[in-house]
């Protein structure tokens, strides 16, 4: 890391708490120059000329000729129409690239930042369905709102405060979180800023960017309501906390995992080389261990000489990695076996987009936490359950049914990767962040204030001072033109009814599979007995 990097407020320390490979750094290109040309006589260049055009226009209108009338059938008159209509020109889009001022001067913003949205585009579809937890996620201040005194109680862990208003946006620092999460979270939001520019509302909340929740549901009911707000990663089932796409959209520096956008890229390539049926037919997974009890269980479930649970693991040395700057480790690399294992770590884990972008078919051992996307899959369509009591036998079942019925298996892993391409594609990422923010500002019960602590925050003050993968993948995923289109479609809440019935439709599915399992080791170790 650099040493301005160091130096500023930004700077990180901690551990690496999640298992996932790393992304490879893309090469640069550059135009081949245009050929010199040759001087020639004028007469010789003049009769040439001619019999070039000459030649050209027969060629032309005889292969146009063909082409529509015995390939196509389209008319000849009509073509040249739709050919036009595929031509015209969309109106110029206003960019705004990194704009950072020379050494020793201190870094402001621009002047010159979009304030509004125009978008070219209103006609948008209905959000994917996961964002109708945002609903959820924000009903235990529907009835009392939010007011000032329940944020300023969420600031007991909070790594920083953010503030948007007028849509501009403000921070106050609070601690230094691991790494630099906290860095390209905001980095994100200020690529939200510049997405939909004008279109914020103002508002005010806090930020804990650690892993494991800590707003109790239990310590704010009856006479004690109105839990602090406050946003983080992920959350559970006996938990408040708010949950906000993780800062590895944007890249995550210290790995050299890459923004989203470039990484899904990468997989969806990797997905390319192996075709499911000629993929390894075991379960896979790669990562640390150490970071919690329930991963160090799952290594007991790798392949030795007395057992053979279908499984392949492997353990990631983070220090040999970083060395060599996480070359081995590469995300699309990792898209060879039929299974791929998702285990939390110290809590919920980033790897879970990557594993499920695979095409493999997702072994999920059953997870304590939640992010903001995965509510929204269903197991046996979008992975394959696996108990976190039984994992050994569990793992071995799921390989051994997904290798009897492979088109089953294979369904469910594109299922799984469909879902990640089409409904967690940056834009929806946006857009479940515009939507969430919204939703929460329209609780508020006061005016949002600049704290007295607080500095404006913009894309030139956090990336202007940085180099390296920070630097790179900042530039990589900063937002340069305001989106063309409106956010999509915010879809209403659950009722009541409905959310118990999607929910127990998700507990009866991994029933089912028990069900099958615990069947095949009944029949198993009969015919072991007999």
């Known amino acids: 890391m650099n040493d301005r990097l160091q130096n500023n407020f930004w700077h990180a320390s901690g551990i690496y708490r999640h298992s996932t490979g790393t992304g490879t750094e893309t090469g640069s290109s550059q135009w081949p120059q245009q050929p010199p040309t040759r001087k020639k006589t004028a007469t010789t260049s003049s009769f040439l000329c001619f019999v070039v055009f000459f030649l050209f226009v027969a060629v032309s209108l005889f292969l146009g000729w063909f082409h529509s009338s015995i390939f196509t059938g389209v008319d000849i008159a009509v073509a040249p129409q739709r050919r ?15 704009k950072c001022t020379i050494e020793n001067v201190t870094q402001g913003c ?63 620092k609070y601690k230094q979180s691991i790494q630099t999460r906290d860095m390209f979270t905001l980095w994100g ?25 800590v707003i109790g549901a239990r310590d704010f009911g009856g006479p004690n309501p109105g839990p602090p707000p406050l946003f983080r990663y992920c959350s559970d089932g006996s938990s408040l906390d708010i949950v906000f796409p993780d800062w590895s959209f944007w890249g995550w520096a210290e790995t ?3 923004p989203w956008r470039n990484v899904l890229k990468d997989i969806e ?52 990695e970083s060395k060599q700057k996480f070359k081995q480790s590469n995300l699309e690399d990792q898209c060879t ?14 790897s879970e987009k990557y594993i499920l972008a695979c095409d493999s078919m997702t072994l999920l051992v059953r997870p304590l936490y939640f992010d903001f996307f995965i509510r ?116 209403p809440p659950y009722d009541p009814p409905a959310l118990r019935n999607f929910i127990d439709n998700k507990i009866k599915l991994t029933k089912q599979v028990e069900a099958w399992e615990n069947e095949y080791w009944k029949n198993k170790n009969q015919n072991q007995n007999n």
């Open 84 to 98: 036009a209509s595929t031509t015209t020109k969309s109106p110029t889009k206003s960019a705004f690239d990194l």
């Open 110 to 172: 621009p002047s010159n930042y979009p304030t509004t949205h125009n978008p070219i585009n209103r006609d948008r579809p209905s959000c994917p369905s996961y964002f109708r937890w945002i609903h959820e996620d924000l009903r235990h201040w529907k009835e009392t709102g939010i007011t000032r005194d329940m944020v300023e109680r969420a600031r007991k862990t909070a790594h920083f405060r953010l503030v948007i208003i007028n849509g501009k946006a403000y921070m106050e």
């Open 189 to 213: 939001i200020l690529q939200l800023l510049r997405f939909y520019p004008g279109t914020l509302p103002d508002l005010e909340l806090m930020f804990d960017c650690d892993d494991r929740p």
């Open 256 to 258: 050299n995992i890459k």
């Open 269 to 320: 390539e990797g997905n390319k080389r192996t075709k499911w049926k000629d993929r390894v037919p075991y379960a896979y997974w790669r990562g640390n261990p150490n970071v919690s009890p329930i991963r160090k269980d799952l290594m007991k479930c790798n392949v030795s000489d007395k057992d053979d649970w279908n499984t392949r693991l492997y353990v990631q040395d983070w220090d040999k």
């Open 337 to 350: 076996h039929r299974y791929k294992i998702y285990v939390e770590g110290w809590a919920w884990s980033v």
């Open 376 to 491: 929204g899959m269903v197991p046996l369509q979008h992975y394959w359950p696996i108990r976190d009591n039984s994992k050994c036998t569990s793992l071995k079942f799921a390989v051994e049914w997904g290798n009897n019925f492979t088109e089953k298996a294979e369904a469910i892993g594109e299922a799984a990767s469909s879902f990640i391409r089409e409904d967690l594609k940056m834009d929806y990422v946006y857009d479940y962040m515009f939507h969430l923010l919204n939703e929460y500002a329209k609780l508020l019960k006061f005016k949002p204030t600049i704290p007295s602590g607080g500095a404006e925050l913009c894309s030139e003050k956090l990336a202007c001072s940085t180099n390296g993968n920070w630097r790179k993948f900042m530039e990589e995923s900063m937002v340069k033109s305001p989106s063309d289109t409106i956010p999509c479609s915010m879809p």
